[in-house]
């Protein structure tokens, strides 16, 4: 067994193109190749999805991490795996929609390349805006703004250029036609330290970072980008609710395979899959800022599909160039 365990670790590791493989019994994949370091959210919504996977459907999957590339390293060790259902893999939203756009090279396209089992976690964000701004709703942050000078605009921060929460501040700017100043930052952590000091006012930077500052009185929330209003702060209206018609994005995990595994395999991981991420267990594991997003094979595939259209032609608009 530990020779056999060996072989198939080998062969999983060779840079060779995904093929088909014979088809086998089913049985859970042996491998969850997660393209994030322990501790990123990402990580942390995969082993709550195999903890719960191992109680439900009695799944012992091991789980390896492969960080790097913002998360192409774990989709391209994915794509070159077997593809005979052995193993499958986490990947989260900006990988897919996101970074091909905007590296010279991605090597992989998510459509050919890699095949949708289900989603697993979505996060929400509040756009929040330094206390001491003189606006209480997006609307009047919308005025202010139109009205301070071309010298002294308002600021916003990010987590660096091309990050979810640049791209849906520069969405809400272009879609409501109110000027704002991109700050980029190496962190959310440096950002979010000048956002406190007043050195930059806006930010939508993820539910965990702002959410305690909201609560200390120190940040103020316009919206938040949601289905619903959050339970915490149901005074808050939702992104719909302030800005109709206007389309932000999601930071979002869900579970892929090798691009030729047997439809049959696909189906069975999936139904598997998602009766776990619809069980009370799942939503209450996951992380602070996280809800379960339980889309089946074609309801992801459509979403990688047609939030990567989207964004694609967002970053052609704002100009950002590859890497």
């Given at each position: 067994m530990r020779r056999r365990h060996w072989l198939m670790g080998s062969l999983a590791a060779l840079p060779l193109p995904a093929?088909?493989?014979?088809?086998?019994?089913?049985?859970?994949?042996?491998?969850?190749?997660?393209?994030?370091?322990?501790g990123n959210i990402t990580d942390q919504v995969a082993r709550v999805l195999l903890e719960v996977m191992g109680q439900r459907h009695g799944w012992r999957t091991a789980a390896e991490n492969l960080p790097g590339a913002g998360g192409m390293l774990g989709a391209n060790n994915l794509i070159r795996a077997p593809a005979d259902g052995s193993v499958c893999g986490v990947v989260a939203a900006a990988a897919l929609t996101i970074l091909p756009h905007i590296q010279r090279n991605p090597r992989f396209d998510p459509f050919p390349d890699l095949q949708a089992v289900?989603?697993?976690?979505?996060?929400?964000?509040f756009?929040?805006?330094?206390?001491?701004?003189?606006?209480?709703?997006?609307?009047?942050?919308?005025?202010?703004?139109?009205?301070?000078?071309?010298?002294?605009?308002?600021?916003?921060?990010?987590?660096?250029?091309?990050?979810?929460?640049?791209?849906?501040?520069?969405?809400?700017?272009?879609?409501?036609?109110?000027?704002?100043?991109?700050?980029?930052?190496?962190?959310?952590?440096?950002?979010?330290?000048?956002?406190?000091?007043?050195?930059?006012?806006?930010?939508?930077?993820?539910?965990?970072?702002?959410?305690?500052?909201?609560?200390?009185?120190?940040?103020?929330?316009?919206?938040?980008?949601?289905?619903?209003?959050?339970?915490?702060?149901?005074?808050?209206?939702?992104?719909?609710?302030?800005?109709?018609?206007?389309?932000?994005?999601?930071a979002w995990m869900a579970v892929f395979f090798p691009k030729a595994t047997p439809a049959a395999t696909v189906d069975r991981a999936a139904a598997d899959i998602l009766d776990a991420v619809r069980s009370p267990a799942f939503a209450e594991k996951l992380p602070i800022g996280t809800s379960p997003f339980a889309l089946g094979p074609a309801e992801l595939a459509e979403r990688v599909r047609s939030e990567g259209a989207r964004i694609g032609r967002l970053i052609t608009e704002i100009g950002l160039t590859p890497d």
């Open positions: 093929f088909a493989q014979a088809p086998r019994a089913w049985a859970p994949p042996t491998r969850m190749i997660i393209g994030y370091g322990a289900t989603g697993l976690a979505i996060s929400s964000s756009l929040a805006v330094n206390a001491a701004l003189p606006v209480r709703s997006l609307a009047e942050l919308v005025a202010h703004a139109r009205s301070r000078p071309a010298d002294n605009p308002v600021f916003y921060y990010s987590p660096g250029n091309a990050t979810v929460p640049h791209l849906n501040l520069e969405a809400l700017a272009r879609g409501l036609d109110f000027p704002m100043q991109h700050v980029p930052y190496r962190t959310s952590a440096a950002g979010n330290t000048d956002l406190l000091a007043n050195r930059v006012q806006v930010t939508m930077d993820s539910f965990s970072i702002t959410l305690p500052h909201i609560q200390s009185g120190a940040l103020r929330p316009l919206a938040f980008n949601g289905t619903e209003r959050h339970p915490l702060l149901p005074e808050v209206p939702t992104m719909a609710e302030a800005a109709p018609g206007i389309q932000l994005m999601n």
